[in-house]
């Protein structure tokens, strides 16, 4: 990250921190950058993507190690974490292959409980956590909606 950025700031205190999570206010984020932030990002959670390409915003919270986890625009508060699934992705035939691995990744990237995740995909509970133990992967028509929802969320997985 380059020290000139006006989010160095933020860059320079998410990277010294030891914290696995890091909860901070607008007010608080506008305080490290000694500026206010832009209106889209009070307003849109696009701002707030997990993808560096472009986003100079984006790049200081990911070059420290940090993925946007949640943006509640009400409290004015973002919550950064640092990703702690390790997963590798495959395809075949250009398809992502949704495995135990992934499904679990895009569950804690997003922060939520198995019940939670079932619940954004209009899926059973048990039937996430099958997935995730590897007794059955999703079909191909639930894969696809995995993977937008991986997108809509700005998990990142790339080839291998």
């Given at each position: 990250?380059n020290?000139?950025?006006?989010?160095?700031?933020?860059f320079?205190?998410?990277?010294?921190?030891s914290?696995?999570?890091?909860?901070?206010?607008l007010?608080?984020?506008?305080m490290?950058?000694?500026?206010?932030?832009?209106k889209?990002?009070?307003?849109q959670?696009?701002?707030?993507s997990?993808?560096?390409?472009?986003a100079?915003?984006?790049?200081?919270?990911?070059?420290?190690?940090?993925?946007?986890?949640?943006v509640d625009?009400?409290a004015?508060?973002v919550?950064?974490?640092?990703?702690?699934v390790?997963?590798h992705v495959?395809?075949r035939?250009?398809?992502l292959?949704?495995?135990?691995?992934?499904?679990?990744?895009?569950?804690h990237?997003?922060g939520l409980?198995?019940?939670?995740f079932?619940?954004?995909l209009?899926?059973?509970?048990?039937?996430?956590s099958?997935?995730?133990t590897?007794?059955y992967?999703?079909?191909?028509?639930t894969?696809?909606?995995?993977?937008?929802?991986?997108?809509?969320?700005?998990?990142e997985?790339?080839?291998?």
């Amino acid at each position: 990250m380059n020290e000139r950025s006006k989010y160095y700031p933020l860059f320079s205190h998410l990277q010294q921190s030891s914290q696995s999570e890091l909860v901070l206010s607008l007010a608080d984020i506008e305080m490290l950058l000694g500026a206010k932030l832009p209106k889209t990002a009070r307003i849109q959670r696009a701002w707030w993507s997990n993808r560096s390409q472009g986003a100079v915003q984006a790049a200081a919270w990911m070059e420290a190690g940090f993925h946007v986890a949640a943006v509640d625009f009400a409290a004015e508060q973002v919550t950064f974490r640092k990703p702690g699934v390790v997963y590798h992705v495959r395809r075949r035939q250009g398809q992502l292959l949704w495995d135990a691995e992934l499904v679990k990744a895009l569950r804690h990237y997003m922060g939520l409980t198995q019940a939670e995740f079932a619940q954004e995909l209009g899926v059973r509970q048990p039937t996430v956590s099958e997935w995730e133990t590897g007794a059955y992967e999703p079909k191909r028509s639930t894969s696809k909606l995995l993977s937008f929802v991986a997108e809509r969320a700005g998990f990142e997985y790339g080839v291998e």
